[in-house]
Structure formats: C-alpha cells, structure tokens
C-alpha cells in the first residue's frame, strides 16, 4: 500500500469545491449541490470495502429520511484499485455503475480518478463522512455510527445526529470523529 499525507479539510473551513464525473455520465460540483440543498455530506466508498457494505442500507436511510429536508447524500470513490481486472480505468467506471445499480443506491456516486479532492477532504479510509453546510463550511466528519459491524445496536448515530442537528441550527457534538473502516490505497 502506498502511503501518502492528506491535507485535510478542518471543521469550520470551506470544503473543497469539486468538478468530478459520475456513474450517471455527468459532471457533479459541489457548489451545484450547495445551490440546491440546506446540506451536503459527501461520504467516501468504495465498492470492495466491508464496511461501506455493512453502512449501505443505513446510508440508503438517511438519504430517505433527510432529502425531503433539503439534504444528499454523494457517495465518493476515490479508491486506487489494485486487482488487474481493476487497472483498466474504464472497467473501474463500469464496475461502480453494476455496484449502484445491484445495491440501489438512491443518492448519486462520483469517482474521484486523481484522488485530489479526497487528499483535500482529508479522507484516509472508507467510509468517512464529511457533513457540508449550504454554505460550503465543513461542520462535522468522522464516522457514521459506532456499530458498524450491526445496524441494528444501539449506540449513536454520529451522522445521522449531525444532520439533524444541522438542519435544526444546532451545534453539532461531537463535530469530528476517527476516521475507521478500510485504509485508501493511494496512487504512487
């Protein structure tokens, strides 16, 4: 795995705009989103990682039960895949558009093929979220829940309370969590 430093997006700060293609043949800005919606959390996946498996249906949820709020969800791949069938860019696009598709995904999902923008976010692993107010101001990242491995635990609910609470003009506690689940391989 290749190592590399992160600049990383600190709460409080404008999150990085993007301009980055989706599994829906278009072009996705983050300022786009921020015109039309109260908050944006971008959440980084990728389509191997167990622990975005473990967090799809949860993330399906919180997409259902905020949108009519004025919240997306825009899932972020980003991840240097290794395997050979994997090394040919155009099968990594198509693999994503069978994984949405066969996991029904109900927000959209983006691909970041140089890994800038997630260097600029800071992600180091998958899934991380990053909580976006309609300004552009970074207001909570970190984990979506303390279970990951059972949906059905209680226990909390990072990001869905870090919605709620924004959408509520609440401050948000905690705002930034570690970042767990499956380390990014980076490109070299």
């Not at 709020?69 to 155009?90: A, K, V, Y």
Request: hydrophobic share 35%; net charge negative; charged share 20%.
């Amino acid at each position: 795995m290749n190592i590399l430093d992160t600049i990383g997006t600190p709460i409080g700060s404008y999150a990085p705009d993007f301009e980055l293609p989706g599994i829906d043949e278009r072009v996705h800005h983050l300022s786009r989103y921020l015109e039309n919606f109260c908050s944006v959390c971008v959440i980084s996946i990728w389509d191997k990682c167990i622990y975005v498996e473990n967090y799809l249906d949860r993330l399906k949820s919180i997409q259902t039960e905020f949108f009519p709020r004025g919240f997306t969800l825009i899932g972020l791949n980003s991840d240097n895949f290794n395997s050979g069938e994997d090394m040919d860019s155009g099968l990594k696009f198509e693999n994503m558009k069978i994984f949405a598709q066969r996991r029904e995904l109900n927000f959209p999902y983006l691909w970041d093929t140089t890994q800038d923008v997630t260097r600029t976010f800071g992600i180091t692993s998958t899934p991380t979220a990053f909580l976006i107010d309609q300004s552009g101001i970074l207001r909570y990242k970190g984990q979506i829940d303390d279970h990951p491995q059972d949906p059905s635990a209680t226990g909390v609910d990072y990001l869905r309370n870090a919605i709620a609470c924004l959408l509520a003009g609440q401050e948000i506690q905690p705002a930034q969590t570690q970042q767990l689940g499956t380390p990014l391989v980076w490109r070299k």
